[in-house]
């Protein structure tokens, strides 16, 4: 392509990705702020609200391996509008949902629209930018926190409003809306062009189970998403019961979501392609295990500044941790199998972060062992660290050949 096509095809994807992205975080974090009023709806305890924070987790985990088939029987972009489809249906079931095991049922098809968008999102960016993967994941990481800032802002203005939190569950459907056309618009101004071939992967990668290097990277992303969806759904619910700041529930996890959307935007501005990103790592889990070790230890003490810190870690270790499966692969092909291996094992794990920490609040009946939980998860995360360098191109080739 020539340099104004591939400006025109930046455009286009950041757009497209910007769009997509928005629209596939508030089906979760919608829940945080209204979590209470669904509890005391369904009679749910604090164990079984956690299932709606991580029911999407095990599935954006499990539904992750099916993408690549489904990519190259259906194609990516078809594939990606189905999910968003599906998406804002099951959104608008589960806000009208007459009982809870309704309520479960429609939150799985919520998950199954979720995982399959974003497990191709990985194998798309290589397949049409692989010199920018970094700066492309941080677009696709920014939107998924401007969904989620949108969303634990106004979540809870709208139910009350409305009178009503079905009204805040389900107007985030019309996302969905707006994601469909701007990825069909995306999807138009790509065809046809040489960028497009990686759309359909010509053959089928294994997904790197006897590789060390992967098992370090999905154990990474997933302790980091253990921490970020245990606070989308307990952040909000515990500021209301504890009172450690004056801020509104709402507020507080609109903070923290705005601020994870600009550090990860942030973290993939940084130049470099398949360079050592370790030193970056240990930076921004430090700052999380910061936040988190004040959440923990001293609560009352400077709330906000915990909730700013432990967000700028948790959002540039997103970005960064996206990008290391694209790192650490040679074609689309590969890199979507590694970044599914990574969504598959990380979702899996992050899964139990809401499930735990609201255990931890039922047995305990406070907040405090919940915090050391999260501090604990980022200490462990901080020692994963020295273990995630790049591959070698020697090593990606060797991987090639082997894979053909």
Known sequence: MTSTETDKHSLAAIIGLLVLSIALRPAIVSLGPILL?????????FTQAALLTSIPDVCMGVLALLAPDLSRR??????????????????????VSPSATYLLLSTFLVSVGIAIAGALIGGWIKAHFPHRPAFFMGIYAAGLSVGATLSALLTAPITELAQSWRVGAGVWSLLCITAVISWRWMARRFAGSTANAGSHPARSV????????????????????????????????????????????????GLFTAVFAVASAGAGMIPGKAHDRRGLLALCTLLALL???????????????????????????????????????????EAGAWTVFMLFIGYLIAALGPLSFGALRDYTGNYNLAYAMLFAVLVLMLCLTPALKPATRSAVAAREIVAT
């Open 37 to 45: 009023l669904i509890q005391d709806h369904y009679d749910l305890s």
């Open 74 to 95: 259906f194609g990516t972009d078809r594939c990606v509008i189905a999910a968003l489809v599906l998406l804002g249906a099951a959104c608008l079931l589960r806000a």
């Open 206 to 253: 294994p997904l790197p189970w006897c590789n060390p290097q992967a098992w370090w990277v999905a154990l990474y992303f997933g302790a980091s998403q253990f921490v970020v969806y245990a606070l989308f759904a307990w952040l909000a619910p515990a500021a209301t019961e504890t009172a450690v700041t004056t801020l509104p529930a709402g507020a507080l996890l």
């Open 291 to 333: 936040g988190t070790a004040g959440m923990a230890f001293a609560p009352g003490a400077w709330p906000t500044l915990y909730v700013l810190l432990v967000s700028t870690g948790l959002g540039m270790a997103f970005t960064v941790g996206m990008t290391l499966p694209l790192d650490n692969a040679n074609s689309p092909a």
